[in-house]
C-alpha cells in the first residue's frame, strides 16, 4: 500500500527487521580477535496467515499469535534484590548457607501453581534441583530461597537459577548466586616462634586471582580490554554472554591474559562475560563479570518508558485508519501493516507484511458497504479482504485512510519487549509484548 503511490519493489525487505535481535553463531577464536557477535535472524509471518513466529521476535513483533480465544499471558519475572549472600559474598569451604532472591511478578498472568525455581546451570553447590514457588500476582514479588553449602575447595562460584512453569517452560530473569570460598588461613602455634602451621587442607583447584574489565561502564560500539590471572589451572575458557544469559562467543584463553572486546552497535543494558577455570583434575572455578552499558539514544516521544530503546527511531511515512473494531496502521519503511484489534478476542494486535502494489485492484467493485461506512483500498483493502479472520474482526471502516509522517521504536530487553508508534492524532500507540495488548498514550 504506497500512500504517495510510489511503485514499491516486489521482494519483502526482511533485512530491514534487522533492527532487531539476533540468533547467536558461536565460533571458536583465537584470544586476539574481537569475537564474533551474537546475530538474531529476525523472522516475518507469512502475511496473511495466523502462523506465529517462533521465540523472542525483534521489533517488528510480527506473528506472534497467542491462543485462539483465550486472553493472552505473559509469564515473566525479573530479579529485584539479593535477600542474603550479595555476590562475592567470602564463606569458608564446606559452609552451609541460605541464598535468598527477591524476585517480582513482571508478566501480565500470576504464577501458577506447581511453578518452581529450577537449578539451570554453573555450581550447583549441594542445592536442590528445584524449590516450589507460589502463586504470585502480576507486580508482587515474593522471596525465593535455596539451601546450599560452600565447596570444600577455594574459589570462585556461581549457579544460575531461574522460574519454571508447570508446562516445563521457563521463564523471567536468569539468576545466580556468586560466593567466593576463601583458603584455611594459618594460625599460630602455641610457642613463641613465629612459625605458622597451615590448619587447613592444602589448597586446591584453580585459582582465579582477578577478573576485570578496564571501565565499569561505557557506550555501545566502544572497546573494553578485559584482564584475568588464574593459577593451579589446566585450561580457560572466556564466555561472552547473551542478553538472556545463555553462553555466546567464546575463546581459549592463556591463565593470564587480555583480550579487548569491541562492544556491538546493537548491545544494549550491559555487556556480560563469565570466566571458567578447569585443572588437571577436573575441578572447575568461574568468575562472570559484567560492564554496564549507557544509553545512546532517546525516545520519539517526551514521556517515553524509563529504559534505553533499542535503536533510535525509524521515521517514516505512514497512513491510518479506523475500523468498526480496531485501526490499522501502515509503516512504509518497515514495510508492513499493523492490525490493533478492538473485538475482545486474542491477539490483540498483529503485524502483517504489506503485499500491495502499484496497479493491482485498489478495492472490490461487489462490496457495497453500509450507509456512513467504507470499503479500505490499496493494501489496507487486500488485507482486509484476504487476511485470515481480519475483516471478521475489524468490520467495516468508518473513516478513509489518512497519511502522515510516524515513528516506531521499541524496548531493548532481551526478551517480551513493547512497541511504540507515533498515531495519526500525535498521540502514541503502545503495543504490549506477545500481542497481548495495546493502549493509546498518554
Known amino acids: 500500500m504506497k500512500w504517495m503511490a510510489v511503485k514499491k519493489r516486489h521482494y519483502l525487505f526482511i533485512a530491514l527487521m534487522v533492527w532487531v535481535l539476533a540468533t547467536l553463531a558461536c565460533n571458536r577464536t583465537v584470544p586476539t580477535p574481537t569475537p564474533q557477535v551474537e546475530t538474531m535472524v529476525p523472522t516475518l509471518s507469512s502475511p496473511f496467515t495466523d502462523t506465529p513466529s517462533p521465540g523472542e521476535t525483534p521489533l517488528p513483533t510480527v506473528g506472534l499469535t497467542p491462543t485462539t480465544g483465550t486472553p493472552a499471558c505473559v509469564y515473566d519475572a525479573d530479579f529485584v534484590t539479593d535477600v542474603t549472600i550479595p555476590d562475592d559474598a567470602e564463606l569458608k569451604p564446606d559452609t552451609g548457607f541460605v541464598k535468598t532472591w527477591r524476585m517480582r511478578n513482571s508478566g501480565t498472568c500470576a504464577w501458577e501453581t506447581g511453578s518452581s525455581w529450577i537449578f539451570k546451570s554453573g555450581d550447583k553447590m549441594g542445592g536442590p534441583d528445584m524449590v516450589n514457588v507460589p502463586v504470585v500476582e502480576p507486580g508482587d514479588t515474593v522471596d525465593i530461597s535455596v539451601r546450599l553449602t560452600a565447596p570444600k575447595t577455594p574459589g570462585t562460584f556461581t549457579g544460575y537459577w531461574q522460574l519454571r512453569r508447570p508446562t516445563g517452560e521457563t521463564f523471567g530473569t536468569n539468576s545466580f548466586v556468586r560466593i567466593v570460598v576463601l583458603g584455611e588461613t594459618p594460625t599460630p602455634t602455641s610457642t613463641p616462634t613465629p612459625t605458622l602451621t597451615p590448619t587447613g587442607a592444602p589448597v586446591t583447584g584453580p585459582v582465579i586471582r582477578y577478573f576485570r574489565a578496564d571501565v565499569s561502564e561505557t557506550y555501545p560500539g566502544e572497546t573494553v580490554t578485559l584482564e584475568w590471572k588464574v593459577e593451579d589451572v589446566n585450561s580457560v575458557t572466556l564466555y561472552h554472554l547473551m542478553p538472556t544469559g545463555q553462553l555466546g562467543s567464546y575463546w581459549e584463553v592463556k591463565p593470564e591474559d587480555s583480550l579487548a572486546y569491541e562492544i556491538a552497535s546493537e548491545e544494549r543494558n550491559s555487556t556480560d562475560f563469565l570466566l571458567i577455570a578447569v585443572d588437571d583434575a577436573g575441578r572447575k572455578t568461574q568468575d562472570s563479570l559484567s560492564v554496564t552499558l549507557l544509553c545512546p539514544d532517546e525516545w520519539f516521544f517526551a514521556q517515553g518508558p524509563d529504559e534505553c530503546p533499542a535503536s533510535p527511531p525509524i521515521t517514516s511515512a505512514a497512513a491510518e485508519q479506523h475500523f468498526e473494531r480496531g485501526t490499522m496502521i501502515w509503516v512504509e519503511e518497515q514495510d508492513v501493516i499493523y492490525v490493533l484489534f478492538d473485538d475482545g478476542s486474542s491477539p490483540q494486535w498483529k503485524v502483517y507484511v ?48 489518512a497519511g502522515f509522517t510516524t515513528s516506531v521504536q521499541r524496548t531493548s530487553r532481551p526478551k517480551y519487549n513493547d512497541i511504540y508508534i507515533r498515531a495519526l492524532d500525535g498521540r502514541v500507540w503502545r503495543l504490549w509484548p506477545e500481542s497481548s495488548d495495546w493502549a493509546k498514550i498518554p
Open 354 to 401: 504489506d503485499e500491495w502494489d502499484e496497479g493491482d485492484p485498489e478495492s472490490d467493485p461487489d462490496l457495497t458497504p453500509p450507509n456512513g461506512r467504507y470499503q479500505p483500498v490499496r493494501g489496507f483493502g487486500l488485507l482486509w479482504r484476504e487476511g485470515s479472520g481480519v475483516r471478521d474482526r475489524l468490520g467495516w471502516a468508518v473513516d478513509t485512510e
